[in-house]
């Protein structure tokens, strides 16, 4: 009896050992192969993983700018007590609008540079726009894991994504130009990727490295971003209620009236917030491309379709420079307008002319296109598409 209750326990031991042994090599097989998710402490597979990271980062942007002592001469126009005009060029009058009623809804594209991404550009771009208020912190990560392992497994995958990363950020920030506190070069894509005894695998992020923040230096905090913010909402709502809404051309007129009236040009190209809108609508500085941002931004609002284009333009000595401008869009069709050569820089005494505060204001391409050459180029030979302009300039 005693012999039999040895083989009983004998026989159990072993079954358990067969168990345990069982159950061990199948958590390692669903480890090791990814079937299962298992946290890292707990993983078998991390002893003979090799993980690694790669780290690419936003190439610098070539600004929309003149270099400093090359500035358009086409915009300095001397004026003095003894050549003016007697059209005045004060700050439009400010209208009472009911109840701040908008004007009904015009079509507005605001993803317009969105629309010609790549689906991995169309990603990335969704995840950031969808958590703006993450980007404010400057330390919001977006996290795609594995969505882009099939790409990157190709034999191109890795360049693909990093041009469509390099795309989606740059895109972002012209249809949005509200995100105008982030320093964009601080921003990564991280590849992690993970190889195995079977496979490699390849998880994605966009955001800081090393918990860096990407906010400028000028917006070093999310405080400091919203009170920007408020500062630039109290100024678009006066500008907005300076329009009777009587027409679009007319609410058009009078945001490119203000902006004449109250931006000056950076000729030093040395101010900060001189590319985006803060620095036109409430530092009221601005080169180019600030002011082409801080247009749309108020048109959006107004939902009147505007965007943001990027090319050159020749001056009246013959030269050409890197140029950022606005399409509108009226009854239909698209017209041009340049704030910023609408805005000369007056050396001397004196007030802007009507025919040169108008010069550049809702052109056809007959008109337009005598200086002005659209290429698309947001960030280095991306080379996006515009809508065709009106061949005739916009009668008003």
């Keep these: 009896m005693r012999y039999k209750n040895r083989g009983n326990f004998g026989t159990i031991v072993l079954s358990l050992m067969i168990i345990l042994i069982f159950s061990l090599t199948t958590y390692f097989c669903l480890d090791i192969f990814q079937i299962i998710e298992v946290p890292e402490k707990y993983s078998i597979s991390r002893w003979i993983n090799l993980t690694s990271e790669e780290l690419i980062a936003i190439d ?13 001469e086409s915009i300095i126009v001397i004026l003095d007590s003894n050549n003016l005009d007697t059209y005045q060029t004060s700050a439009p009058t400010l209208y009472d609008v009911d109840n701040g009623q908008k004007p009904s809804a015009v079509y507005s594209d605001d993803k317009f540079y969105y629309n010609q991404l790549d689906q991995y550009g169309k990603i990335i771009y969704d995840k950031l726009h969808d958590n703006k208020e993450g980007l404010k912190t400057g330390r919001y990560t977006a996290e795609f894991g594995t969505t882009f392992d099939n790409l990157l497994h190709e034999d191109n995958g890795s360049d693909i994504l990093n041009n469509a ?6 895109a972002l920030t012209f249809d949005n130009p509200d995100i105008f506190y982030i320093d964009v070069t601080k921003m990564y894509l991280l590849t992690e990727i993970t190889t195995t005894i079977f496979k490699k695998t390849y998880k994605v992020s966009v955001g800081c490295n090393n918990n860096v923040s990407y906010l400028s230096n000028e917006f070093p905090t999310e405080a400091s ?9 109290e100024i678009k709502w006066r500008v907005k209620h300076m329009s009777d809404y009587e027409s679009v051309e007319k609410r058009i007129r009078t945001v490119h009236d203000y902006m004449v009236d109250m931006v000056d040009y ?44 990027c090319g050159v333009a020749k001056d009246k000595e013959g030269r050409v420079q890197n140029h950022a401008w606005n399409y509108v869009r009226i009854d239909g069709q698209w017209y041009a307008i340049d704030v910023t050569w609408d ?23 007959d008109k337009f296109f005598e200086d002005h050459t659209e290429d ?21």
């Design 225 to 233: 971003v919203k009170e920007a913010e408020s500062k630039i909402e």
């Design 266 to 309: 950076d000729i030093s190209v040395s101010n900060p917030n001189i590319y985006n809108m803060y620095g036109a609508l409430v530092k009221n500085i601005a080169v180019c491309e600030g002011y082409a941002k801080a247009f749309k931004y108020i048109m959006d609002d107004l939902n009147i379709p505007c965007i943001i284009v």
């Design 60 to 72: 610098a942007i070539e600004k929309i700018i003149p270099n400093a002592d090359d500035i358009e």
């Design 165 to 170: 990363f390099q795309l989606s950020v740059n």
């Design 343 to 365: 805005d000369p820089i007056i050396i001397g005494n004196g007030i802007v002319r009507k025919e040169v505060k108008y010069a550049y204001y809702l052109r056809g391409s």
């Design 376 to 396: 698309g180029n947001i960030v280095a030979d991306s080379n996006f598409i515009y809508p065709k302009i009106s061949v005739s300039d916009y009668k008003y």
